[in-house]
């Protein structure tokens, strides 16, 4: 079973978060939510692995709820 | 509207009885639909006799149920009515998905050769009904009793004691055991204090069946928000008699009185076939529920098809599950009933088809939220596998509009786990797969074989020398050597057999057990847990 990852992945991080960030410049929430998702969908189907899936969730959950 | 066949009632002599000598049955089954009608067949080829009651005195109200899967035709088979079945049903295996006005995804539910029988045929219930009803009249020990309703139920240790209403009035029988093939709206799930849990749906659903003479294919085809029907789902699937299913999502706070009305419902059909050359069949609007009974077997008491367990129409997953309800019970009732069998037995079928209910019920509830999202974000998510699907494999197989009756693989205590290396072939607990062969210059499929031999237990043997010695009571069937010839080779491959591979086969068509290298013992402790004595 693989483990999500939560190391840092990216030699410039700032380079991920710019990239995705700059992908919603501009847009209207609408626009932005529909954004989100697709990435997610395009996201999850290449880590093709529930397991990792699962836990990502689980995290992202716990991270909504301490926002 | 549609077909409707009368069948008379009949006085019979368990009416002249006092209800302190009540006539006893070893077995009642209540409800005449396709399930008890099946269920009722396959004991009574067993050697069982049966008395199969209904309420009705008819069939044949509204088509309903029409698509009935590969596996339910071969169980049919099995009880002699799958060519009749067939000859008239409209034969399909490709399903096409439609967003608003282009093809976004197509499936092919039989892409190979070499079976037997189609993916899917199409055929109005009142026609399987019927000629289900045909072959009970060739089988001296169904008694089938029209108008006989019953109306109450008496659990006793050893047996169950009915209250019949009749025209005549009422009467009582005893019976070992009872069947509910009953329906949706059982009584009996009511007399046994049973109930449903599960979820309710508010999406409600227009089904029209017209009657037309169209060029569509013989597909079945699905939209996501068509021009003619904007914001909502539609589907289209082709019947005999130049019938077809039309069936529109409506909004949740339709009112159904108004919506049924056919000059309601005309208007939508001509937007959606862009004329109005078409004659109402049947129309009906409808709710659904993905919901089960806790547990199927009250004591004597068993409850098979939609009286135990129901689910959306989008997977045709109703029917086809109820006939593997009847098959899974039919042969273990059989056996319990000869004595040969312990009661347990009873309770495997409650364990492999409350898990098949589950599995039915989850993917029907999937393919419902897919067609009717719940929320904001949920619709998000569909539209954005929608978009995707155009350009994207992976989103083409995310889009939902139905996925179609498999047959149910089981986790059973019946199964021998595998001991030796496997690559593929059905594993213990799945179905049988089809092959063909030859006998002679004869062309065979196994399916067809294994359909011979409808009583008990059969051992498919792929021929190294000397046949491993089995009880009398097991059938064989014999491939290569001085068997059955496997010239393409497909038998060998779909069950990754090497000479001397044995594959234990339960009177379901079921997968007990395989063995590379089997031995009398191996084979026997399979046969003896196959049959519930551990």
Redesign the interface.
Same mark, same amino acid.
């Given at each position: 079973m693989t483990k999500l990852s939560t190391s840092s992945n990216f030699a410039k991080p700032d380079d991920a978060f710019r990239m995705i960030l700059e992908a919603h410049r501009g847009l209207e929430d609408h626009a932005s939510h529909a954004l989100d998702t697709a990435l997610v969908l395009i996201l999850a189907n290449h880590i093709g692995d529930l397991d990792v899936l699962r836990d990502a969730i689980e995290l992202a959950k716990q991270s909504a709820d301490k926002a | 509207m549609n077909a409707v066949r009368q069948f008379g009632y009949l006085r019979h002599p368990d009416q002249d009885r006092v209800r302190s000598r009540a006539a006893h049955h070893d077995v009642v089954v209540v409800g005449a639909g396709p399930i008890g009608l099946s269920l009722a067949i396959d004991l009574a080829q067993r050697g069982q006799r049966v008395v199969l009651l209904d309420d009705a005195d008819r069939i044949g109200e509204g088509s309903r149920a029409i698509c009935f899967s590969k596996r339910s035709l071969e169980y049919w088979d099995r009880l002699g009515v799958g060519q009749r079945m067939v000859d008239k049903g409209v034969v399909w295996k490709v399903g096409k998905i439609f967003a608003r006005d282009a093809l976004l995804y197509q499936f092919d539910l039989l892409p190979e050769p070499g079976h037997k029988r189609p993916a899917f045929i199409n055929l109005q219930q009142y026609y399987a009904e019927s000629y289900l009803a045909d072959r009970t009249a060739e089988l001296p020990s169904i008694d089938l009793r029209w108008s006989n309703k019953v109306t109450a139920l008496e659990r006793h240790n050893d047996h169950c004691a009915l209250t019949i209403e009749t025209p005549d009035g009422p009467y009582s029988v005893n019976a070992s055991y009872v069947v509910a093939c009953d329906g949706a709206r059982s009584a009996l799930r009511g007399m046994v204090g049973a109930d449903f849990e599960g979820q309710a749906f508010e999406d409600q659903f227009l089904i029209a069946d017209v009657k037309m003479t169209a060029a569509f294919p013989t597909e079945r085809w699905f939209w996501f928000d068509p021009p003619f029907h904007s914001g909502r789902s539609a589907l289209l699937h082709r019947q005999p008699d130049d019938v077809w299913r039309i069936d529109l999502q409506l909004s949740r706070d339709a009112d159904p009185a108004v919506e049924r009305q056919p000059e309601n419902v005309r208007p939508r059909i001509e937007r959606m076939l862009g004329h109005g050359d078409f004659e109402f069949e049947w129309i009906s609007v409808y709710r659904f529920h993905c919901r089960r009974m806790r547990r199927f077997v009250h004591d004597r008491v068993i409850f098979a098809g939609d009286s135990a367990h129901q689910v959306s129409p989008f997977g045709a997953r109703g029917a086809n599950s109820g006939l593997e309800d009847a098959e899974n019970l039919a042969w273990k009732l059989a056996l319990v009933l000869r004595g040969v069998a312990p009661e347990t037995l009873i309770e495997s079928y409650n364990t492999e088809r409350s898990a098949a209910a589950d599995e039915n019920i989850r993917e029907s509830t999937r393919s419902t939220d897919f067609m009717a999202p719940a929320t904001a $974000?949920e619709a998000?998510?569909r $539209? &954005?596998?929608l &978009?995707?699907a155009k350009d994207?494999e992976? &989103?083409k197989r995310?889009v939902n509009g139905g996925r179609l009756s498999v047959p149910s693989v089981y986790e059973t205590p019946l199964s021998t786990p595998d001991a030796e290396q496997w690559n593929a072939g059905p594993r213990p607990g799945s179905s049988l797969i089809d092959a063909p062969l030859t006998d002679g210059d004869k062309d065979i499929y196994l399916s067809a074989a294994f359909a011979e031999n409808r009583d008990g237990f059969a051992l498919l043997e792929f021929a190294n020398g000397a046949s491993v010695e089995v009880g009398a009571n097991v059938r064989r069937i014999r491939i290569g050597g001085d068997g059955l010839a496997d010239h393409e080779g497909l038998a060998m491959k779909r069950y990754d057999a090497t000479p001397g591979t044995v594959y234990l086969l339960r009177p379901d068509g079921y997968v007990a057990a395989r063995f590379r290298h089997p031995s009398k013992d191996r084979v026997a402790a399979a046969l003896a847990r196959a049959n519930g004595l551990q």
């Open positions: - | $974000q998000r998510m $539209q &954005a596998v &978009a995707l994207t992976f &989103a995310m």
